[in-house]
Nanobody
């Protein structure tokens, strides 16, 4: 499975951005997809995860109420809608895929290249 993350950019506090993770390859829709982020000087952290049929979703406490995750299997794309952005959300955002959902980055087999989100105050 190949993953391509996009949608990052420069935002101001309170703005919204939508990240996309386009998957290609055999049976891409059979993989759970997670979003992780890594800020400068910090470890990669879990943001959100969605299972194959969208019946199970998870969000980190830090983004609950502001971010939502969804997927369109017809387009092999997973979305991360980010609302009420804060400067602390500034990071490179990565999508990743595996069989079965997990909040741990080490569990994931496939990774996209990352997309930078910068939120200014």
């Amino acid at each position: 499975v190949q993953l391509q993350a996009s949608g990052g950019g420069l935002a101001q506090t309170g703005d919204s951005l939508r990240l996309s993770c386009a998957a290609s390859g055999r049976a891409a829709s059979t993989y759970s997809v997670g979003w992780f982020r890594q800020a400068p000087g910090r470890e990669r952290e879990f943001v959100a995860v969605i299972n194959t049929d969208s019946t199970s979703k998870g969000l980190a406490d830090s983004v609950t109420g502001r971010f939502t995750i969804s997927r369109d299997n017809a387009k092999n794309t997973v979305y991360l809608q980010m609302n009420s952005l804060k400067p602390v959300d500034t990071a490179v955002y990565y999508c990743a895929a595996r069989q079965g959902s997990s909040v741990f980055a080490d569990d994931y087999d496939y990774w996209g290249q990352g997309t930078l989100v910068t939120v200014s105050s």
